[in-house]
Nanobody, 122 residues
Framework: QVQLVESGGGLVQAGGSLRLSCAAS????????MGWFRQAPGKEREFIAT????????YYADSLKGRFTISRDNAKNTVYLQMNSLKPEDTALYYC???????????????WGQGTQVTVSS
């Protein structure tokens, strides 16, 4: 089955940008819809964005729409999350996940990466 590895996290100042990558291996990448989620200390894991198998459909958390963009490159088996105008409250561990259908519910994603830390300083 697919294994997922996130990268691209780090420390950035407020107002800055980061692009996260999630590389998939061991399976047929375009068989899966992909999603990004995040979890801050003491909080529940929350939905950020999801993209359908061939990238035709994307959905975003309302609170993040306009600042975050999800995309995928099936030739590279990689999904991306472009994050702009970052705020301290965006600080969290960011996860990518694979599922059968693009959706907002994390329970629909059965394969998860280990996460990459994003820290936004004020």
């Amino acid at each position: 089955q697919v294994q997922l590895v996130e990268s691209g996290g780090g420390l950035v100042q407020a107002g800055g940008s980061l692009r996260l990558s999630c590389a998939a291996s061991g399976g047929t990448f375009n068989s899966y819809a992909m999603g990004w989620f995040r979890q801050a200390p003491g909080k529940e894991r929350e939905f950020i964005a999801t993209i359908s198998r061939y990238g035709r459909s994307t959905y975003y958390a309302d609170s993040l729409k306009g600042r975050f963009t999800i995309s995928r490159d099936n030739a590279k088996n990689t999904v991306y999350l472009q994050m702009n105008s970052l705020k301290p409250e965006d600080t969290a561990l960011y996860y990518c996940a694979a599922g059968m259908v693009a959706q907002t519910d994390l329970r629909g994603f059965r394969l998860w990466g280990q996460g990459t830390q994003v820290t936004v300083s004020s």
